[in-house]
């Protein structure tokens, strides 16, 4: 079966854009949670969705913020760009929430 | 403050030998354990988990270690295989198994020569 795609793969913007990415994750499941790599700082946890709600949140500014649809498909939007917040963003799936979680291959932001 | 520390950013090792991750930790709250493989380009490919009630884990030829007392986990890889080289990541969640939450190490480059 199709494994978790996540869109865009590779992204410029400039500091002080937004930024929209797109996680649609592998057919049945309902949990997804978003990663931010960076070298320094490694994998850290954005949020998590389950049912279009938010069950958990990482240490991130309030800039970043997330939804989740119906179809379980999830976004993540960065507003006001800084340089720092250039990394990949990885997604990841699971059919529940207590299930091993599947990760997409990631959408590498570069901030100018 | 770093919650799940893995020491040695790199390891190398010869084809057949075995492979030793560390990984440790400093929440004591932490109840399930994961290794997560990562190849270049791609996303992190879950390889093996252990919950804290347990202190063993095997598959295949991946086996995971857990040390409660030393807040202290490894994975090992017997034999290892070229096709095995990557950077592993370890990962902790206090959540029971519900993964959601994963608070992951930074990762150890493997290379295993031929």
């Known amino acids: 079966k199709a494994g978790v795609t996540q869109t865009p793969r590779y992204l410029i913007k400039t500091r002080g854009q937004q930024v929209t990415l797109s996680c649609s994750p592998i057919?049945?499941?309902?949990?997804v949670s978003w990663y931010q790599q960076t070298p320094g700082q490694g994998l850290q946890f954005l949020f998590e969705?389950?049912?279009?709600?938010?069950?958990n949140k990482g240490n991130f500014p309030g800039r970043f913020s997330g939804r989740q649809f119906s179809n379980s498909r999830s976004e993540m939007n960065v507003s006001t760009l800084e340089l720092g917040d250039s990394a990949l963003y990885l997604c990841a799936t699971a059919r529940d929430l207590n299930y091993e979680q599947y990760f997409g291959p990631g959408t590498r932001l570069t901030v100018t | 403050d770093q919650q799940v520390k893995q020491n040695s950013p790199s390891l190398s090792v010869q084809e057949g030998r075995i492979s030793i991750l560390n990984c440790d930790y400093t929440?004591?709250?932490?109840?399930?354990f994961l290794w997560y493989k990562k190849y270049p380009a791609e996303g992190p490919t879950f390889l093996i988990s252990i919950s804290s009630i347990k202190d063993k884990n095997e598959d295949g030829r991946f086996t995971v270690f857990l040390n409660k007392s030393a807040k202290h986990l490894s994975l090992h890889i017997v034999p290892s295989q070229p096709g095995d080289s990557a950077v592993y990541f370890c990962a902790a969640s206090d959540r029971g198994g519900s993964q959601g939450n994963l608070i992951f190490g930074k990762g150890t480059k493997l290379s295993v020569k031929p």
């Open positions: 929440n004591s709250m932490f109840d399930y």
């Open positions: 057919s049945g499941h309902r949990s």
């Open positions: 969705y389950f049912s279009e709600t938010q069950r």
